[in-house]
């Protein structure tokens, strides 16, 4: 079953810059999967472009080579500096902008989703998001939206296939993040208590879950569960069970592929599958991680024990 609504974030939604002649694509996201965001790893070669509105708010996060940049948003003087690595550049969805450098500087790029941007700015503050852009900035040094760039980071290069509610959940933070610090509508937002999730639409919450581990479940397929936001989402569920969603959901298909492996002789592609893991790599991959072992060797284990009485 599939939850998502969103169709995957394309390349042809972003500038292209991805897939431009003479850049160096090092990895990015549709092969992935992600819906919420776009992300690309780009050694950029020297360019002078005029990139129009995609509708989508973008950021660039330097990684190496600092280079001299020239930005002009439409409408505005332009910015010029030497961008290093920890910058970042932010550039609204609707704004035309013109860009040149010399230089051959790493860069991750990131585009969030519009509609889970205005979804935020509309939980926030409780007005008509469509007119809410996102405020350009140039050279900027924040220290979470630089934490959100690397997570993002790490899961690219981690190959990150079938870890869509994480991507979901960073997704719904950068969101939050742009609404309330970097948005014509910026100032000091009061951030309510978290409301607690009751114990019944917890256990409802927990019971969907256990049901649907083998499917894409989503941050929004969640939320829907209890009738509650997805940005509100995160942190009311971190404080009913002290784990975000995602890191829930992952706990729950490891603990259901044990099961498997100690109980079926089923491939291990197939105990992938049944819980909820993309692929055997994918269910290897965490499984070392969180275990410190392989699921061949866990197998393994468990069967000797069994056959000596352990």
Wanted: proline share 5%; glycine share 6%.
């Amino acid at each position: 079953m599939r939850f998502s609504h969103l169709p995957i974030f394309a390349t042809d939604e972003t500038h292209g810059r991805a897939l431009r002649a003479g850049n160096r694509l090092i990895v990015h996201s549709p092969a992935m999967g992600w819906r919420s965001l776009y992300g690309a790893i780009i050694e950029e070669s020297p360019f002078r472009a005029t990139e129009p509105a995609m509708g989508h708010p973008a950021l660039i996060y330097h990684l190496a080579r600092p280079t001299q940049v020239t930005r002009r948003v439409e409408g505005t003087r332009p910015d010029r500096a030497v961008v290093g690595p920890r910058c970042l550049c932010l550039t609204p969805g609707q704004a035309t902008t013109i860009w040149q450098h010399s230089g051959r500087p790493e860069i991750l790029q990131i585009y969030l989703r519009q509609s889970i941007y205005e979804a935020a700015v509309g939980e926030m503050y409780g007005c008509d998001a469509s007119n809410v852009e996102v405020v350009p900035r140039f050279a900027l040094m924040d220290p979470l939206l630089e934490q959100l760039a690397n997570a993002v980071y790490s899961l690219l290069r981690g190959g990150a296939v079938g870890d869509e509610l994480y991507v979901d959940s960073l997704a719904q933070m950068i969101a939050a993040h742009l609404a309330r610090n970097h948005s014509s509508r910026s100032r000091r937002v009061h951030t309510p208590a978290v409301d607690q999730i009751s114990g019944w639409r917890m256990h409802r919450l927990a019971e969907f879950i256990e049901e649907n581990l083998a499917s894409d479940l989503t941050l929004r397929a969640l939320a829907e569960q209890i009738k509650l936001s997805p940005i509100y989402l995160i942190r009311a569920f971190k404080a009913a069970v002290g784990l975000a969603p995602h890191q829930y959901v992952l706990q729950r298909r490891l603990e259901r592929a044990k099961a498997l492996l100690h109980c079926t002789e089923l491939p291990l592609a197939e105990v992938a599958l049944r819980s909820g893991f993309y692929s055997q790599s994918h269910l290897s991959s965490w499984f070392r991680r969180s275990v410190g072992v392989s699921p061949a060797a866990y197998r393994q284990a468990r069967s000797l024990g069994r056959h000596e009485g352990v």
